[in-house]
């Protein structure tokens, strides 16, 4: 999708003695018949949690490719006419936002003499516009034959944690939200990005600061995040691609009202009229 900031925030590691005093307020909350609501709270698992992960992949592909087989969107490929000149892969990358470019020489250099590495020319050309010179007419043909090979999809998996999924569980983090709040953070990095403009993801969480604080500064995180959502409509808004909300009112703000900020399953949601169930 568009192009995010490159930087990706290392994971917070804690340590030894940490942990073990972690485990001995969870004990002694046990033996207490309580359990205090920020030892609960660090206990649940983060999106990052390989099986959290796997949930968040397949709601995103629900919205992006309306199917739950994450894995087999590799292959995609297409202009959706949204601007952004080809869409593909499984996260959405795009011709026309850098972060195809950036998968395509990520690529290559891995495997020299790859299927694509003969369109990198034509990719720099077009960066910034929705054409389609010097791709046509058999980028897609070789966009598919690619994605049959396993350095290509582990490549699309590294672009789309560098560029999107660990920034947007690591600004979550900070800002003290569970696995919920850091899923709407990153499908808002994967339709936004996170540039200067002022529908990009870090505008949009300005926009939210405005009327409510995350849990890091204090605030209550339903409230914060039902003021993040309505950001991030707001944002969608903007563009007719776009404008269709039901990623954010069939999905997100289904979990949120049941109070599922731990993103447990089992999971019921509809996007674009649809409806899914993760078990």
């Known amino acids: 999708m568009v192009f995010a900031d490159r930087t990706a925030a290392s994971p917070a590691h804690l340590s030894r003695r940490a942990v073990v005093a972690a485990l001995g307020a969870v004990a002694s909350g046990a033996l207490l018949g309580v359990a205090p609501a920020a030892t609960a709270r660090a206990a649940a698992p983060g999106l990052d949690d390989p099986a959290k992960k796997e949930i968040a992949m397949k709601l995103v592909s629900s919205a992006e490719n309306s ?5 087999a969107q590799y292959k995609y490929i297409e202009d959706i006419g949204d601007g952004r000149g080809y869409t593909a892969g499984i996260i959405g990358f795009c011709s026309g936002t850098g972060d195809m470019l950036d998968l395509v020489e990520l690529y290559t250099a891995r495997k020299p003499g790859n299927a694509l590495a003969k369109y990198l020319p034509a990719l720099r050309e077009v960066d910034g516009t929705d054409s389609h010179e010097g791709l046509d007419p058999n980028f897609p043909k070789d966009w598919r034959k690619a994605a049959q090979d396993g350095a290509f999809q582990q ?4 672009e789309r944690d560098r560029v999107y999924f660990d920034p947007a569980v690591a600004r979550g983090k900070t800002d003290g939200l569970r696995a919920l709040g850091q899923f709407a953070y990153y499908d808002a990095i994967v339709m936004h990005g996170d540039g200067d403009d002022p529908t990009s993801f870090r505008n949009i969480r300005k926009r939210a600061l405005r009327t409510a604080k995350p849990p890091a500064q204090g605030g209550n995180e339903t409230t914060y995040l039902n003021a993040f959502l309505d950001a991030r409509v707001w944002a ?5 691609a776009h404008s269709d909300t039901s990623r954010v009112d069939t999905e997100q703000r289904v979990f949120l009202r049941k109070g599922n900020l731990d993103l447990n399953t089992p999971l019921d949601w509809k996007v674009y009229g649809d409806g899914y169930h993760i078990g």
């Open 155 to 158: 490549a699309q998996n590294d």
């Open 67 to 71: 199917s739950l087989d994450w894995k």
């Open 236 to 240: 969608m808004k903007q563009e007719e």
